[in-house]
């Protein structure tokens, strides 16, 4: 059963030191010293922020590059190192984005081990939004707050949080007290307006709207330049490159996020290619969330967490792909 | 029961136990079947040439000692296999994918066709029907070459199957002592005895697409053919995202598929 606390915002970085001093690692939105956000290992807790970070979280369980072993002598040595962690203050997009990834890494006929071993070993601290961001639209999807999937779960009330907690593993009474009615009544409220403040896309049926045969995707064509920003920077992108590197008498396997907009994705040997050009490897990255997935699995592989849109150089957004497929221009 | 799970992405060292030419630019290699696994006719492996890269490779014969397989050199992987020799060590993983639904197949008359270096499933199909000859109906054969010095598995196809099949060959470039058919393999369509059978298709993108297209054309329904599909595979068990025709990962719901379900895939029969 789900238990219901609060948290006074005075006591958020004395919690946070409390935890760093029990050991964990610890990992959330960091403000740099340049003034981004960035997802990352948290040493002090005065540089945590409760903001939305630019990379998120995907990194922690599914690194950008990883070593899957070593071959050495004639032996393969699996890399297998990983610790204890929490993420705290996660998004619900970037949550809702590993549920998706255990979906597809997790569930099959063959496991990611190495995603797993990452994976179960993290425990969540999601914050739930109360604003709507710049360019998100989880309304359309999952909306700003999860129903599951998390340790803890912040909502922000004025001077307090109030914390939904699916366990007690983290509860420490020195800083939770008890929330009244009119605290969870307020947390609803907040939440609320995130629905008020964010255009709900008409994303029904999409997948029965969109089409191959349309000038859209050689108009988008003639912009993307194949950086990938939008696979890196998203929350239920999965795709990775498999590649081997020799460093002294030691070869290592690699394996590294990849993205369906880099020509040499899907081109084998021989300079063969189903996806020649940028509007056959849009299709791909839009169908792979809009059609093929939702056909696969029973739902949109998007959480609407907006970062492929604030990460695209030349304003490729997949809202508006949307919105043109349901009858909307572009 | 649990299910154990283990790490899928780590290869087992096996060493190369015999290499023979087939052709100028196709080498056969034995490897050690550790796992003493007898994969399915059509399924592949996942073989690493250590300090280069993994690449996806059918299997075309297999008992509980040894595995078979036949590549052609085409880029870095392949480069590198053939440059190892006997006794060295190479990593392999699987055997994956689904592989052909042979056992459907019992009283059917069947037609292979294979293009190129097609012909490995092909020859892992052959040998269950040797094996099991008579529970199938007339089997047939049809492979095409570029050129003659370009045919693999010379000894099957030229000895060994035609004593218990109906082998056609044909060449699209012949030489002076090249005395058989010249044309791409659809050339040989007209040799097709039994337009019921089942149709397995295996060879590059171009040559099926026009192997299907005469096939209907000659009233063949699309669910009798089956094609084996190639698409780029860094995993090999579904997870890269690297080898998908549409909603299908060929790694993991083929290589093998009846042509009607993936009939209408936009990136089917590209280039
Ligand atoms: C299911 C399946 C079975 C196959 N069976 C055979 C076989 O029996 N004999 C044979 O000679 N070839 C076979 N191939 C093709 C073989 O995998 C490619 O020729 C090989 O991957 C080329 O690798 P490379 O490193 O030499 O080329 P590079 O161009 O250097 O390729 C780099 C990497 O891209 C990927 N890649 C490139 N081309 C292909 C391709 N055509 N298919 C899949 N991945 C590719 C591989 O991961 C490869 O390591 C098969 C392919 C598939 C999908
Ligand atoms: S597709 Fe874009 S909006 Fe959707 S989850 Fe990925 S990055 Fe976020
Ligand atoms: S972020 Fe934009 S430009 Fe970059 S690959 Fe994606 S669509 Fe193309
Ligand atoms: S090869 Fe990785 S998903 Fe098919």
């Given at each position: ?200 896309l008409p994303i029904k049926d999409i997948e029965k709207k969109i089409k191959f045969n349309d000038e859209i995707w050689n108009k988008l064509g003639n912009y993307c330049i194949n950086c990938g920003a939008c696979n890196y920077s998203c929350p239920t992108c999965f795709c990775f490159d498999v590649y081997d590197v020799k460093i002294g008498n030691e070869i290592l396997r690699i394996r ?75 | ?143 095409g070459a570029r050129s003659p010095k370009d045919i693999v598995y010379k000894d099957k196809l030229l000895k060994d199957w035609p004593k218990i099949i109906d082998v056609k060959l044909t060449v699209d470039v012949p030489d002076e002592t090249w005395k058989g058919h010249v044309g791409v393999v659809t050339t040989l369509f007209d040799q097709i005895k039994n337009l019921d059978s089942i ?73």
């Open positions: 059963m789900m238990k219901v606390y609060k948290i006074s915002k005075d006591k958020l970085k004395a919690y946070l030191s409390y935890l760093l001093n029990k050991g964990y690692s610890i990992y959330g939105p960091v403000k740099t010293t340049s003034g981004d956000v960035i997802f990352s290992k948290i040493e002090d807790p005065e540089h945590f922020v409760d903001e939305k970070s630019t990379n998120g979280p995907k990194s922690v369980v599914f690194p950008e590059r990883e070593i899957i072993f070593r071959y050495r002598e004639g032996k393969i040595i699996e890399e297998k190192s990983d610790e204890r962690r929490i993420l705290f203050g996660t998004r619900t997009c970037e949550i809702e984005g590993f549920r998706m990834l255990d979906d597809v890494l997790l569930k099959g006929k063959y496991k990611d081990i190495s995603y797993e071993r990452k994976r179960s070993n993290s425990i969540i601290v999601n914050f739930a939004c109360t604003k709507a961001c710049k360019y998100g639209f989880c309304t359309t999807f999952q909306g700003p707050k999860l129903k599951n999937g998390f340790s803890l779960q912040f909502i922000d009330i004025g001077d307090d949080y109030l914390v939904e907690a699916m366990n007690e593993e983290l509860i420490v009474p020195e800083y939770f007290t008890e929330a009244s009615e009119e605290d969870i009544k307020k947390a609803e409220e907040n939440i609320n307006n995130v629905y008020k403040e964010m255009e709900q590294e996020w990849d993205s369906c907009l880099l020509e040499g994705f899907s081109r084998l040997a021989g300079f063969n290619n189903p996806r020649k050009d940028n509007a056959s490897r849009l299709i791909q990255r839009f169908y792979h969330k809009l059609v093929y997935h939702k056909l696969n699995y029973g739902y949109y592989l998007c959480t609407g967490c907006g970062r492929c849109i604030e990460q695209c150089p030349v304003n490729i957004d997949i809202r508006d792909v949307i919105k043109y497929f349901s009858g909307g221009e572009l | 029961m649990m299910q154990v799970y283990t790490n899928e992405m780590l290869p087992k060292t096996v060493r190369i136990l015999k290499i023979c030419d087939e052709t100028p630019d196709t080498k056969t290699f034995i490897l050690e079947n550790i796992t003493k696994r007898i994969p399915k006719p059509g399924q592949f492996y996942m073989i690493s040439v250590f300090g280069v890269g993994e690449f996806p490779v059918s299997f075309g014969s297999a008992n509980e000692n040894n595995l078979l397989i036949t590549v052609k050199k085409v880029g870095q992987g392949t480069g590198a296999l053939f440059e190892l020799g006997e006794n060295d060590i190479v990593g392999l993983r699987g055997p994956y994918g689904n592989g052909f639904p042979i056992e459907e197949f019992t009283g059917k008359n069947i037609v292979l066709i294979g293009g190129g270096i097609g012909i490995p499933p092909l020859r892992s199909v052959m040998e269950y029907i040797s094996q099991h000859r008579n529970e199938f109906g007339y089997v047939q054969l049809l492979y149709f397995l298709i295996v060879g590059p993108e171009i040559m099926m697409r026009y192997s299907v297209l005469e096939l209907k054309k000659r009233g063949v329904k699309e669910s009798q053919i089956y094609l084996s599909l190639e698409r780029k595979m860094k995993c090999g068990i579904g997870i890269c995202g690297h080898c998908n025709l549409g909603r299908f990962y060929v790694c993991k719901d083929g290589p093998v598929f009846r042509y009607d379900i993936i009939a209408n895939e936009r990136e089917l029969f590209y280039g």
